[in-house]
């Protein structure tokens, strides 16, 4: 299936029952290394993700994301470009952010998987921001497709589970400061 409707979820919820798929028989290696290789393509989405919300770097979220992908978040629903640009300008009004991945499933069916990650997401205020620093538990539910040789998010759902600090951020007006992206040092 080429589209961004919601995957027939028989065979996968029925494997989430263990939360997460099968190896192929340990006897087939070639079949085994593909699983390992596309199970690590799949988590080093939410890898990168984390890296590239925390250092505000859309192009690298961008990247995660099948163009036509379809998010229901915790504040918005819809299309990549809403969401990206939502998230973009929501994360830019704290001085930092990191976001931690605890545990994931994965569900591999083929060139599709069903895929169940939780998150911490800390949001830091700036010194003398006269509002609590915010914490997420959040739970991403995502079906993702192989696009070449690489693996994208289709449909993401955002499922909040917790969290301390205000939520949603009041507006205050602008921040005492200009969060800028982050650079990663590529000398060395």
Request: one cysteine or more; aromatic letters at 10%; a negative charge.
């Amino acid at each position: 299936m080429e589209g961004n409707e919601p995957m027939e979820r028989g065979i996968v919820c029925a494997r989430m029952e263990l939360r997460a798929s099968a190896p192929p028989p340990a006897d087939d290696p070639a079949a085994n290394i593909a699983w390992l290789r596309d199970r690590t393509l799949i988590a080093d989405l939410y890898d990168r993700y984390a890296y590239g919300v925390d250092s505000l770097d859309m192009v690298l979220v961008r990247s995660v994301f099948d163009p036509g992908c379809v998010i229901v978040g915790t504040m918005e629903q819809g299309g990549l470009d809403d969401y990206l640009e939502g998230i973009g300008e929501g994360l830019a009004v704290y001085h930092a952010t990191m976001h931690f991945k605890g545990n994931q499933y994965i569900a591999l069916e083929g060139d599709r998987a069903f895929v169940e990650t939780w998150v911490v997401g800390y949001h830091m205020e700036a010194p003398g921001s006269p509002l609590d620093h915010l914490k997420l538990g959040l739970r991403y539910k995502d079906e993702v497709a192989r696009r070449g040789q690489d693996w994208k998010i289709t449909r993401r759902e955002a499922v909040l589970q917790w969290h301390t600090g205000p939520f949603p951020r009041p507006a205050l007006g602008e921040p005492p400061y200009p969060r800028k992206p982050h650079k990663s040092d590529k000398s060395g």
